[in-house]
T-cell receptor
């Protein structure tokens, strides 16, 4: 059965720290791996990964995919209080279904 | 503002009732997605439409149905409502099904079933 498992469930850090969020997945027909940030409203798209080993970067955020080991990581460097949110990982399959993990709740303390 | 609009923002109804949630996608987007987010289940993909046709189906209950109209807006119909249907329902849109990187979420409709 297709699934996504995220770890840790929750994380509390101080401003300036670097964090790594993990996402492992099982899927029968992989199409893409997605990361979203969700504050107190709708999720916003961060990254879409389709190929192994190619890092995607956006400012202090970066992500990479390992299709052999079936996992992805999301790194946030020099964290700020504005990074506090739930980070969701999802995969899409060849049938265009989306499977989401339960998310990692990140709290950044000033 | 993502450009995806959803109405209503809030809906309170009783068990056994039927409701309709409405979504207008961003201009130019042909794909519409529906998601349900509850505290115990997280974000669940329900269904996807592309240019009026159903494209993918997720964990959508038989009591729920959706459609996408020729003007590309979409409606999600929930019937025989149960307490467990209380959740935040998001609509999202993207250019095409394979362009998940262009997917934008609407603000959601909060449904409370009493």
């Amino acid at each position: 059965e297709d699934k996504v498992v995220q770890s840790p469930l929750s994380l509390v850090v101080h401003e300036g720290d670097t964090v790594t969020l993990n996402c492992s997945y099982e899927v029968t027909n992989f199409r893409s791996l997605l990361w979203y940030k969700q504050e107190k409203k709708a999720p916003t798209f961060l990254f879409m990964l389709t190929s192994s080993g190619i890092e995607k970067k956006s400012g202090r955020l970066s992500s990479i995919l390992d299709k052999k080991e079936l996992f992805s990581i999301l790194n946030i460097t020099a964290t700020q209080t504005g990074d506090s949110a739930v980070y969701l990982c999802a995969h899409t399959s060849g049938t265009y279904k989306y499977i989401f993990g339960t998310g990692t709740r990140l709290k950044v303390l000033a | 503002d993502s450009g995806v609009t959803q109405t209503p923002k809030h809906l309170i109804t009783a068990t056994g009732q039927r409701v309709t949630l409405r979504c207008s996608p961003r201009s130019g987007d042909l794909s519409v997605y529906w998601y349900q987010q509850s505290l115990d289940q997280g974000l669940q993909f329900l269904i996807q439409y592309y240019n009026g046709e159903e494209r993918a189906k997720g964990n959508i209950l038989e009591r729920f149905s959706a459609q996408q109209f020729p003007d590309l807006h979409s409606e999600l119909n929930l019937s025989s409502l149960e307490l467990g249907d209380s959740a935040l329902y998001f609509c999202a849109s993207s250019e095409r099904p394979d362009r998940a990187d262009t997917q934008y979420f609407g603000p959601g409709t909060r449904l409370t079933v009493l």
